[in-house]
């Protein structure tokens, strides 16, 4: 008798039952073996990211399937807020995923769409031959697929800055996340995350999500920008990835053993 499965809670679930910040990294490096020691790290969140990273369909799913082990929760960066790629990330058993660069209310529906099947959206129907439904072996995946799925969108313009409490009042979008690094750069300011002008409007989407009753997460590498953040009332946030964790740490190896070839320079971070 085929085994009928039961879904993990989604990302969407973990936030409403969360009683303090959750934290998380990105998975970076495309290795299905790094992801799983990320996973079992006591992180709350791995970030398996597809739009800055040399990461493809399969090791997405090698990814997730590695993780699926470990009590944290993945979730999957788009490369782009396109309906076939997402409906290729749902289908491959991706059951949250985030979608970069949205920066209105209007885009922010249409990825609504094209995570839920007709009539609710536009979603293509092919659960039965994908991993998302276990090949039908979850009871009722079609009629509840809407439940099983959560959508964050991503803040990075001020185009996004300007419409947040629009874009976080939608129906259907679970999260946002903001991302310090292009929102500097959409405002002039490139490569300076903890400018006060950005930290400040960083913080206004914070505000601007709680009022809506939409948690708000933010990439804050720096702790003490972390820290800040989550005092101000950041649902998560996500402080590491596993490649800036390896640089970091064989530059420590080689200033311990070889020394520092040139201490002038401090690398940027997300």
Same mark, same amino acid.
């Given at each position: 008798?085929?085994?009928?499965?039961?879904?993990?809670?989604?990302?969407?679930?973990?936030?409403?039952?969360?009683?303090?910040?959750?934290?998380?990294?990105?998975?970076?490096?495309?290795?299905?073996?790094?992801?799983?020691?990320?996973?079992?790290?006591?992180?709350?969140?791995?970030?398996?990211?597809?739009?800055?990273?040399?990461?493809?369909?399969?090791?997405?799913?090698?990814?997730?399937?590695?993780?699926?082990?470990?009590?944290?929760?993945?979730?999957?960066?788009?490369?782009?807020?396109?309906?076939?790629?997402?409906?290729?990330?749902?289908?491959?058993?991706?059951?949250?995923?985030?979608?970069?660069?949205?920066?209105?209310?209007?885009?922010?529906?249409?990825?609504?769409?094209?995570?839920?099947?007709?009539?609710?959206?536009?979603?293509?129907?092919?659960?039965?031959?994908?991993?998302?439904?276990?090949?039908?072996?979850?009871?009722?995946?079609?009629?509840?697929?809407?439940?099983?799925?959560?959508?964050?969108?991503?803040?990075?313009?001020?185009?996004?800055?300007?419409?947040?409490?629009?874009?976080?009042?939608?129906? $259907?979008?679970?999260?946002?996340?903001? !991302?310090?690094?292009?929102?500097?750069?959409?405002? !002039?300011?490139? $490569?300076?995350?903890?400018?006060?002008?950005?930290?400040?409007?960083?913080?206004?989407?914070?505000?601007?999500?709680?009022?809506?009753?939409?948690?708000?997460?933010?990439?804050?590498?720096?702790?003490?920008?972390?820290?800040?953040?989550?005092?101000? $009332?950041?649902?998560?946030?996500?402080? $590491?990835?596993?490649?800036?964790?390896?640089?970091?740490?064989?530059? !420590?190896?080689?200033?311990?053993?070889?020394?520092?070839?040139?201490?002038?320079?401090?690398?940027?971070?997300?």
């Amino acid at each position: 008798m085929p085994i009928r499965l039961t879904p993990s809670p989604t990302f969407a679930d973990r936030l409403r039952a969360a009683d303090r910040a959750l934290y998380g990294m990105w998975s970076c490096a495309g290795s299905p073996l790094v992801a799983e020691i990320c996973a079992g790290s006591g992180l709350d969140i791995l970030l398996i990211d597809g739009e800055h990273s040399p990461i493809g369909l399969e090791s997405i799913l090698a990814q997730l399937q590695a993780a699926a082990g470990y009590p944290v929760v993945p979730v999957v960066r788009a490369p782009i807020g396109d309906a076939v790629i997402l409906k290729q990330l749902l289908d491959l058993g991706a059951q949250n995923v985030l979608v970069p660069m949205v920066s209105s209310a209007r885009e922010a529906e249409e990825m609504v769409r094209a995570v839920r099947y007709p009539p609710l959206g536009v979603r293509g129907v092919g659960s039965a031959l994908a991993r998302s439904s276990r090949w039908s072996r979850i009871p009722d995946y079609l009629a509840r697929a809407h439940e099983l799925v959560s959508l964050t969108v991503q803040i990075e313009t001020t185009d996004g800055l300007h419409a947040a409490g629009a874009i976080a009042a939608v129906e $259907g979008v679970d999260a946002l996340l903001v !991302g310090p690094a292009d929102l500097a750069a959409s405002m !002039g300011l490139l $490569g300076q995350q903890d400018h006060p002008d950005v930290v400040a409007a960083v913080e206004s989407v914070i505000r601007a999500g709680r009022e809506a009753g939409t948690p708000v997460g933010v990439n804050a590498f720096d702790p003490a920008m972390a820290a800040r953040y989550a005092e101000a $009332g950041a649902a998560y946030v996500l402080v $590491g990835s596993d490649v800036t964790l390896l640089a970091r740490a064989s530059e !420590g190896l080689t200033s311990r053993f070889i020394g520092d070839a040139d201490s002038s320079s401090t690398p940027a971070s997300y």
